[in-house]
């Protein structure tokens, strides 16, 4: 699993717009495995890794309302 997550995220260096919109605004979601979210955000030429969370987990932690 740790490689699976390591190759998702390497690839968002070359491909940061891979992912889909995420459920908070501003966020990119990417799905490296089906039980697995990847949430990122990117800033000019920075991608950052925001969570790896377990899809069976409550996302989002604030309310987008």
């Given at each position: 699993m740790d490689e699976l997550f390591s190759?998702?995220?390497a690839k968002l260096a070359d491909f940061p717009m891979?992912?889909?919109?995420?459920?908070?605004?501003?966020?990119?979601?990417?799905?490296p495995h089906a039980s697995y979210r990847?949430?990122?955000?990117?800033?000019?030429?920075?991608?950052?890794?925001l969570t790896l969370i377990h899809t069976a987990r409550r996302w989002?932690?604030?309310d987008p309302k």
């Amino acid at each position: 699993m740790d490689e699976l997550f390591s190759e998702a995220t390497a690839k968002l260096a070359d491909f940061p717009m891979r992912g889909r919109p995420g459920l908070i605004p501003g966020t990119r979601e990417l799905f490296p495995h089906a039980s697995y979210r990847l949430v990122y955000e990117i800033e000019g030429d920075s991608v950052w890794i925001l969570t790896l969370i377990h899809t069976a987990r409550r996302w989002s932690p604030v309310d987008p309302k």
